[in-house]
C-alpha cells in the first residue's frame, strides 16, 4: 500500500467513529427511532477486510451495518439519512439502521433477522460458481449467529459445493448479553469450521493491518479454487448491543482493559512508528472526518421524508 491508502484506510476508521457517536446523540434527541446498534471498537473489522476485496467481491453482514456500508462506499451522508430516515438515504429511508444496503457497489446489505443472511451469502457465492466469475463473498456475521441453524445449513452447503465464500465471525465477545462460553458449546468459533472440513484462522481484529493482510491471503486461497474458508477476529464492541443495553453483563474494567486497544489508536501508532504519515498529517484526516460527518448530519437533518407513495415501491420487481 502506498501513504495515501494508508491515510485513506486511517480515515474511513475515524469517519465510522464519528458517524457512530453522532448517531448516539440523534438517537437520544429523538431523530433516529427504532434500533440503533454501534460499531464503534470493531472499525478495524470492516476496514480491513473491505480494503482487501475486489469490485467483483459480493458483501455482505448483519445488523451492525453502519460502518460496512461507510466501507463499501456509501457515503456519510447517504447513512446519516437513513438513520433519520430520510428519503436521500441508502435505502431511501425506509430501511433504517439495520437494511443498509447498495447492490450498485456489490454491497448486498445489513439484515436484522439474526443468521438469516448466511444461506444468501451461500447464494451469491453460487451464483458466481455458477457464472464463473472471479468474485469472493465476503459474509460477515456475529458470534452468535453460529449457533443458529442457518448457520450450519451455510456452511455445510458452501463446502458440498465447494463455494467461493469467506466467512467471517465478528467475535466481539457477546451474542446481546450472553457471554460465548454460556451459549456456545466450544469457545472458539473456529472449531465449528472444522465440522465442514474447512480451513479456520484466528486473528485480532483491534489490528487493521492483521485483518486486512490476512482476508488478502484466504481470499487469493478462495479465488484459487480453495473453497470456502473461515475467519475468525476477535474484537470488542465499546457500547452495549443496542442503545437500550443497560450493560449489567460485562464489568467496566473489562471494557475499560478493550479500549485502551483502541483499533484507531492501533492504527495510528502503526502509521507514526513506520514513519509512513507525521502527526500533523493525521491530525488533517481527523479534521477532513470531522468535517465529513457534520456535513453528513446537516445533509440528514434538511433533507425530506419520503413520499407517502414509497410504501408501494421495491415490494415486487418492476419490469
Not at 66 to 83: D, M, P, R
Not at 85 to 108: I, P, Q
Not at 212 to 234: D, V, W, Y
Not at 279 to 286: G, I, R, S
Request: glycine share 10%.
Amino acid at each position: 500500500m502506498d501513504k495515501m491508502e494508508h491515510l485513506d484506510l486511517y480515515r474511513q476508521m475515524v469517519i465510522i467513529r464519528r458517524v457512530e457517536e453522532r448517531a448516539a446523540e440523534l438517537y437520544q434527541q429523538g431523530k433516529i427511532g427504532g434500533f440503533l446498534h454501534l460499531y464503534i471498537g470493531q472499525e478495524a473489522v470492516s476496514t480491513g477486510l473491505i480494503s482487501a476485496r475486489r469490485p467483483e467481491d459480493p458483501v455482505i453482514t448483519a445488523y451492525r451495518d453502519h460502518g460496512v456500508a461507510i466501507n463499501c462506499g456509501i457515503s456519510a451522508k447517504e447513512v446519516v439519512a437513513e438513520l433519520l430516515g430520510k428519503a436521500t438515504g441508502c435505502s431511501g429511508g425506509k430501511g433504517g439502521s439495520m437494511h443498509m444496503a447498495d447492490v450498485t457497489k456489490n454491497y448486498w446489505g445489513g439484515h436484522a433477522i439474526v443468521g438469516a443472511h448466511l444461506p444468501i451469502a451461500s447464494g451469491l457465492a453460487l451464483a458466481d460458481a455458477y457464472n464463473k466469475t472471479s468474485g469472493v463473498t465476503i459474509c460477515m456475521f456475529g458470534d452468535g449467529a453460529s449457533n443458529i441453524g442457518y448457520f450450519h445449513e451455510a456452511l455445510n452447503l458452501s463446502k458440498v459445493w465447494n463455494l467461493p465464500v469467506l466467512w467471517v465471525c465478528e467475535n466481539n465477545q457477546y451474542g446481546m448479553g450472553t457471554a460465548v462460553e454460556r451459549a456456545s458449546a466450544v469457545s472458539e468459533m473456529i472449531q465449528k469450521a472444522s465440522g465442514y472440513g474447512m480451513k479456520g484462522v484466528r486473528i485480532n481484529g483491534m489490528d487493521l493491518m492483521e485483518v486486512r493482510e490476512t482476508a488478502e491471503k484466504m481470499m487469493a486461497e478462495i479465488r484459487a479454487g480453495s473453497g470456502p474458508q473461515f475467519l475468525e477476529i476477535m474484537t470488542y464492541r465499546f457500547r452495549g448491543h443496542s442503545m437500550g443495553d443497560p450493560e449489567r453483563y460485562r464489568k467496566a474494567d473489562e471494557v475499560h482493559q478493550w479500549q485502551e486497544n483502541d483499533p484507531i489508536g492501533i492504527h495510528r501508532k502503526y502509521l507514526l512508528d513506520h514513519q509512513i504519515a507525521t502527526e500533523e498529517e493525521l491530525n488533517q484526516q481527523d479534521d477532513l472526518a470531522e468535517k465529513e460527518v457534520q456535513e453528513a448530519v446537516e445533509f440528514a437533518e434538511s433533507s425530506p421524508e419520503p413520499a407517502a407513495e414509497e410504501l408501494f415501491k421495491h415490494i415486487y420487481v418492476e419490469e
